[in-house]
């Protein structure tokens, strides 16, 4: 979805978009999250001078693999928000195709007068995910040796509480000691 800079501009009033977006338009879809709805959105894209500003909220349920066991869960956002975005001039020099790169979380670009409402939206739910995403915090995850899930019971494998480098270690300290 976009927006075109030089229809607000003629407008001279400030934009309110209220929308949803699908996986299609958002392509947040990845081995570790995916939406349960779609995403729901309100904005106001309102001008000063060649700056745009995006103040909304989102809300998305989103279905989420945990790090450790594997297994989906859901996940929530709920935010609002406030996004500058400046006039590209190198990239609308170079007459690349039009998308938007980040410098830091307030400030974004748009280019060639034109401004992806998808992609404002996009950047705000993976700036909400966590980068490892736990399903409860006293997961356990799967065995490291049978990949059975810990959380539903323990397996037969034996632990291996120790390092095995510092295993190394303690084995030649106990040949040491015994050498005395
Ligand atoms: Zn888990
Ligand atoms: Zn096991």
Known sequence: MLVDIKELRERNEPLFIETDFGDQELKL???????????????????????????????????????????????????????????????????????????????GFYRKDRLDVSAVISEQIVLEMPMKPVCQEACKGLCDQC???????????????????LAVLLDVKKRLSKEK
Request: proline share 6%.
């Open 147 to 165: 990949g059975a899930d810990l959380n539903e019971g323990n397996c037969n494998c034996q632990r291996r509480s120790v390092d095995p480098r």
């Open 29 to 107: 879809r990845s081995h570790i999250m995916a939406l349960q709805r779609p995403v729901r959105s309100e904005l106001r894209v309102s001008l000063s001078g060649g700056q745009v500003l995006v103040v909304g909220e989102v809300q998305a349920d989103l279905q989420v693999v945990c790090c450790r066991c594997l297994k989906p869960f859901p996940h929530r956002i709920r935010k609002g928000f406030e996004v500058e975005y400046w006039p590209d001039p190198a990239l609308e020099a170079e007459g690349e195709e039009f998308g938007l790169t980040y410098t830091d979380l307030v400030i």
